[in-house]
């Protein structure tokens, strides 16, 4: 079925003009048998005439529907749902009967300016696939890949948050969080990622957003979570290549018109180093691209930073000043495995290949760090000096998913051995990693292990302060564009086996991401008592939800999903008390 007919197709289904309602858009296709995006004169031509229902069918095969397809009305959350857990906490040698609780430490505070809420990602939600006008995206297509997603699963139905989101947010509202940061369906908006727009996704989203503002939420937004339009990926390469710039731009201009009056926080790109090395895709189910492999992740890069950009400007010249947009890079504190100058060095590239391949640009130089322009300038254009000029300062706050910390060290063989030897299976950019302390430091894990199926993930959290302080120091200070501050735009934790669990009440009492969030939140606090200018978080993620290719076996939500429900009923666990106390607390109402 994913011939490089349909492949053709595909290309000529782009480039035609689209008409009709948003559920009833047709295209006509024409292309060649030859496998070519281009029609041949000499090829026999195929016409077609292809609505979204065809594109579905073509593309993805069947998909599940949930249990009820219209929207929830919110159940009112009984207040015996909020009363927390008793707590995990105490001295370390309790001398008594009595366990004593922690006293509030006074010289710590959030700043009355701090913003905080929580985090969640449209095709990890939404559920809803092919309802109201909604295209495919990469993902519909990465989750039919055999043995892709480790569980076999789909996110067809997922949170069901499509429709359950007036329940979600009213849950959010009960235990006082103050923003809800989501992302658009880009192919929801676009059914083709370009052409025309689906009015009933804006209306969707419309009333998600007002729906926020009348809990006393404040709706945040990200453009792109990954989930890119699949007839986009099929008919040019997606972010391979550069010709998605104008339509991520087009794209985010209509979001930013359509939802800017009433979204001041906004977000163009998620995490592009994670989304930039899925490329490439995997060879039987996407058109193939002749580009090597270890090259597909930089030519990501290099339209991500376009896009992110000339979006950034698009959205400032619509929303003027009182809004912020940036885009969220990710990645764990580095630490050197010893003190040898190769590790330092190692350390280096590790942040260089990571964090600056995107940060640098944005907040140091318009262009990427050296050891990565090295290895780039072979096969990537030079920006223009108009483009560096562009992407220079096109932020307003460096925004990092920072979850966790790892150490880096020379390979074995060092680092002369790696550094332009693309045969190397580090190359290019030859920093080694582990988890543990060298064995002179004891050989112990860096942190508790977060569920197997999030394997780069432990909690570490001892290094946040450096690491907020690493990047202030990094990218913040040194920034000549209007960069104000950090945030923490995702921090979360997989519970160990929660997947494999079967009491609720057990699944409810989640010690570890409680003690994740007790520790993390601590350590911002000291963070900013350090001078570390940290302005708001964003907790990953509110809910359970569709973990990528862990499917639904690593779990990240605060609250728990009864998946194996129909009605996919959702109940608070421990840790979700624990984030919200950090701010009753230490927040600017916080007690005493
Ligand atoms: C970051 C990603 O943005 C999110 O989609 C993912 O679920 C979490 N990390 C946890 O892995």
């Known amino acids: 079925m994913y011939s490089q007919v349909l492949f053709a197709l595909m290309g000529a289904v782009a480039s035609q003009t689209t008409s009709g309602t948003p559920t009833n858009q047709s295209i006509t296709a024409s292309a060649a048998y030859n496998g070519s995006t281009t029609p041949s004169p000499t090829s026999p031509i195929l016409q077609l005439n292809l609505n979204l229902e065809d594109v579905w069918d073509l593309l993805i095969g069947p998909v599940a529907v949930a249990n009820t397809t219209t929207t929830y009305s919110p159940t009112p959350v009984p207040s015996s749902s909020l009363i927390p857990p008793p707590p995990l906490y105490y001295s370390p040698f309790p001398t008594g009967q009595q366990v004593p609780l922690t006293p509030k430490n006074e010289s710590w505070s959030f700043p009355s300016d701090f913003w905080w809420g929580v985090a969640g990602a449209a095709f990890q939600i939404e559920g809803a696939a092919k309802d109201e006008g909604r295209g495919p995206s990469v993902w519909d297509a990465l989750t039919r890949v055999t043995n892709h997603i480790v569980d076999n699963s789909t996110a067809d139905v997922a949170d ?5 989101y007036k329940e979600d947010i009213s849950r959010l509202a009960a235990q006082g969080v103050k923003i809800y940061s989501f992302s658009l369906s880009w192919s929801r908006i676009l059914p083709f990622g370009r052409g025309p727009v689906n009015q009933q996704a804006i209306d969707h ?18 453009l792109y979570h990954w989930d890119t339009p699949l007839v986009l990926q099929d008919t040019y390469g997606g972010w391979l290549s550069e010709d998605i710039v104008p339509d991520f ?3 985010a201009r209509i979001a930013f018109e359509a939802f800017g009056d009433r979204v001041s926080k906004w977000y163009t790109v998620n995490e592009p180093i994670v989304f930039c090395n899925q490329y490439p895709l995997p060879a039987q189910y996407f058109k193939n691209f002749t580009i090597p492999n270890k090259q597909q992740p930089f030519h990501c890069g290099q339209s991500v930073l376009l896009a992110h950009s000339q979006a950034y400007h698009v959205g400032k010249s619509i929303l003027g000043d009182h809004s912020s947009i940036t885009y969220k890079n990710n990645g764990g504190y580095k630490i050197p495995l010893t003190n040898s100058s190769a590790d330092a060095q190692a ?3 590790a942040w260089d290949f990571n964090e600056g391949w995107f940060s640098d640009p944005v907040y140091l130089t318009g262009d990427y760090p050296e050891s990565v322009k090295e290895y780039v300038s072979g096969f990537l254009r030079d920006f223009t ?4 000029q562009q992407i220079l300062g096109s932020s307003d706050f460096y925004a990092h998913d920072a979850y966790t910390a790892q150490f880096y060290m020379a390979p074995d063989s060092g680092l002369d051995s790696c550094i332009g030897n693309v045969t190397h299976p580090l190359y290019p950019s030859c920093a080694n990693t582990t988890y543990t302390y060298s064995a002179e430091d004891g050989g112990w894990v860096i942190g508790p ?6 394997p780069w993930l432990h909690k570490a959290t001892d290094w946040v302060p450096a690491f907020l302080k690493y990047m202030q120091d990094t990218w913040v200070t040194p920034s000549p564009g209007p960069v104000k501050g950090v945030a923490v735009t995702e921090f979360g934790f997989a519970e160990p086996f929660e997947g494999s669990k079967t009491l609720l009440q057990d699944i409810l009492y989640d010690a570890v991401r409680t003690s994740y969030y007790h520790d993390y939140m601590e350590a911002i606090l ?14 990953w993620s509110f809910v359970d939800n569709f973990e990528w290719q862990q499917g639904y076996a690593s779990r990240f939500g605060m609250q728990y999903v009864n998946f194996s429900d129909p009605a996919l009923p959702r109940y608070y666990k421990a840790s979700f008390f624990e984030y919200i106390n950090a701010f009753k607390i230490y927040g600017s109402e916080g007690g005493d």
Request: proline share 4%; charged share 25%.
């Open 449 to 454: 292990a977060a569920d197997p199926g999030s």
């Open 160 to 164: 069901n948050n499509y429709y359950m």
């Open 249 to 251: 731009v087009e794209y």
């Open 205 to 222: 989203y419309n009333d998600l957003i007002n729906t926020c503002i009348e809990y006393g939420v404040e709706p945040s937004v990200t």
């Open 385 to 388: 000096d108009e483009e560096k």
């Open 347 to 349: 350390v280096q590239r």
């Open 526 to 539: 000291m963070a900013i008592a350090e001078g570390t200018d940290v302005v708001g978080c964003l907790a």
